[in-house]
């Protein structure tokens, strides 16, 4: 007799393709090997009452009998078709109800703040005694330092190969860093004390599927739940920052550039045409011998002449010039820089005052619309429907206005917050700084809002803080 133990199929919690199920018994019983299947239940056997019955008539028309233990079914007998339908219909509903307690059971706990931490991949933390994470220092600092570099306007690339450089190993012991690893560790709120909870959710409890939270339901933010590395300041620093790149790469016509931030020369984005409002881009020009850097605009690059005429192009030596001069000058007078920063963060916080109480009057007006539309639909019945049917249709269009301005506010607001944190930072930098020998790519990016090329000779410089000057570059 040849007996062959198959403990895929008797496995409650399988979750591997049926294809792969299918594949190894047909390898089993291929040449008539087989004559007999044994099985404790039909709730082992398939996970839904489709994949049982397709199962069952494949092996059948093989030859091969199933038998259930508990169930005390044969698949050859005449009437076992129905018997089977029946008793894996009642396995399907159990395991669905199983399912439903279970998930019912985790959202209460998430709801109740109780986070359930996975630190496989978390570089800079272990799972502590206690059942929270502990920091650990020696890979904190390398977290503390990717952080501080992007709030300083380094590029996720440039974090990454500065990584590679220092030899710095990742959770899994690799040495190999991308902008990917990157942006993970910038997006992760544990780094800051917080817990997202149910980021991805069952999809089908039977083939136990799981996909991102995209809104499809509730996420619970839990702050301050365990020791932070980053302190909330630099935290809030690089989410602003985050979103102002976003907002840059975004906005991009061109498909070769689209989506993605470049930070490789400190002028990129924001060096400024003052014919189209385009942002210059770097280019190369062959001088005799010499390959020289040209800053010229975005449009007449890509579209030529004819969308934009009249825009000059700037030697890259040249203007590294006259923005040294230009920061400088403002390093020497530090005091000018004070008044208008003083200025401009009084104008940023009326603004703040100013979006929170437009917030909150369309909040207001947003619930309001959907206890209206409540009432509306608990007296509702099939005849009255065509009578409410235009004021429900009003009220949701209403609905759908005050949830896009209520978007629109929460992006301004963020856009002046990230401008006052760069603002104070800017200060805090000029204020310890001593005159710049030599250009430097990082500090200008930290120091310069933007740079207004008025024509070939001539640039205003715009600090952050709103302090402007005007310098002239080399012919």
């Known amino acids: 007799m040849y007996v062959h133990s198959f403990h895929l199929l008797m496995h409650p919690r399988c979750t591997q393709d049926l294809s792969l199920v299918q594949l190894k018994l047909f390898c089993i019983y291929e040449g008539g090997k087989i004559d007999l299947i044994l099985c404790k239940s039909i709730s082992r056997f398939a996970k839904n009452t489709v994949d049982c019955l397709d199962y069952v008539r494949e092996l059948k028309s093989l030859g091969v009998n199933v038998k259930f233990e508990k169930e005390n079914i044969e698949t050859l007998s005449a009437s076992s078709e129905f018997a089977i339908s029946l008793y894996a219909s009642f396995a399907q509903a159990e395991s669905e109800s199983i399912s439903k307690n279970v998930t019912w059971g985790i959202e209460k706990a998430f709801q109740e703040g109780k986070v359930r931490y996975r630190l496989d991949g978390t570089l800079g933390y272990r799972m502590g005694d206690d059942g929270k994470p502990c920091i650990v220092e020696e890979e904190a600092v390398h977290v503390r330092t990717i952080f501080r570099m992007f709030a300083e306007g380094h590029s996720m690339k440039e974090i990454a190969d500065y990584m590679m450089e220092l030899g710095v190993e990742r959770r899994n012991g690799s040495t190999e860093w991308t902008r990917h690893h990157v942006n993970c560790i910038l997006r992760n709120e544990k780094y800051v004390g917080d817990a997202i909870l149910q980021k991805s959710y069952t999809v089908d409890c039977l083939t136990h599927k799981r996909a991102k939270n995209t809104g499809q339901k509730a996420k619970y933010l839990i702050q301050d739940c365990h020791e932070a590395i980053i302190d909330r300041e630099t935290w809030d620093r690089v989410r602003l920052e985050l979103a102002k790149r976003s907002m840059d790469a975004g906005g991009r016509t061109s498909r070769k550039q689209k989506g993605s931030y470049h930070t490789d020369y400190c002028f990129n984005q924001i060096l400024i045409c003052p014919y189209c409002g385009s942002t210059f881009k770097r280019t190369i ?162 120091l310069v809002e933007r740079i207004e090329v008025i024509n070939k000779t001539t640039i205003k410089v715009v600090f952050r803080g709103g302090l402007e000057y005007q310098t002239e570059v080399e012919k």
């Open 285 to 446: 020009w062959k001088i005799g011998d010499r390959n020289v850097g040209v800053w010229r605009c975005g449009t007449r690059l890509e579209h030529g002449s004819r969308r934009c005429a009249k825009s000059p192009s700037v030697h890259e030596s040249k203007l590294h010039k006259a923005v040294l001069s230009a920061v400088n000058h403002v390093i020497e007078d530090v005091q000018e820089l004070n008044e208008a920063v003083m200025t401009s963060l009084e104008k940023s916080r009326a603004e703040i005052i100013s979006i929170d109480a437009e917030y909150r009057a369309e909040f207001t007006r947003l619930k309001e619309i959907e206890n209206k539309r409540d009432g509306i639909l608990e007296i509702i019945t099939g005849s009255t429907f065509d009578r409410f049917r235009e004021e429900l249709k009003t009220l949701n269009s209403s609905e759908e206005e005050c949830k896009k301005k209520l978007e629109e506010l929460t992006h301004q607001k963020e856009k002046i917050q990230h401008s006052i944190q760069q603002t104070t930072s800017a200060r805090e930098l000029f204020a310890n700084m001593r005159p710049l020998v030599c250009f430097d790519d990082v500090t200008v990016r930290r």
